[in-house]
């Protein structure tokens, strides 16, 4: 689901293309304010090609507040983390301590079609590890149901199959060492 904003969002810098093309800023320089991909991509085009006609309202944002990211900035990792990595640290350093409490932090990829009410630590949303792990947070085993099904699942090619039968990227087998 795109996100529709007319501005940067988190304190971040506003620029025309107009006024990036008058200054000469490179693209490779706009590719290091944690904006996206996707509109620095459209800046080097026009950029490179000045033929290339574009919408003067057309802009791109400088994410200044440390951490924020995104096509408007609007992104923010948590933890007050200044990189994605320091982050992820953060998470599993609190999730040793404070296995739930690391959901006061907004919406987290989580099961939601489980009964929320059954399981042991109340209203919880659980994270996908939480699944098929052989260990069992909600009283009526419902996140460890069903979990046989997983084993027959096939992996593709360029997939690895988990400990508890689903399926990576291959690029992200020993991402935690």
Known sequence: MEA???TCQNDGHQ????????????PSEVLLWS??????DKYASIFYNSSIYFDENCFLCQCTKSGTFGKFCEYQLTHESESFEAAIDAQFEQ????QWGIQE???IICYKTLK?????YGLLCLDWRDICDTNQQCMDGLD????DKLEFNECE????????????AEEYWLDGK
């Open 157 to 168: 090619e360029d997939e690895y199959r988990c400990t508890n039968g689903m399926c990576i």
């Open 105 to 107: 932090y907004g919406t």
């Open 116 to 120: 929320m009410s059954d399981c042991v």
């Open 144 to 147: 460890e149901e069903n979990c």
């Open 15 to 26: 620029w025309n293309f107009t006024d990036l093309i008058e200054k000469r800023i490179r």
């Open 4 to 6: 529709s904003f007319n």
């Open 95 to 98: 999730k040793k301590s404070d």
């Open 35 to 40: 904006s996206s991909v996707e509109m620095a």
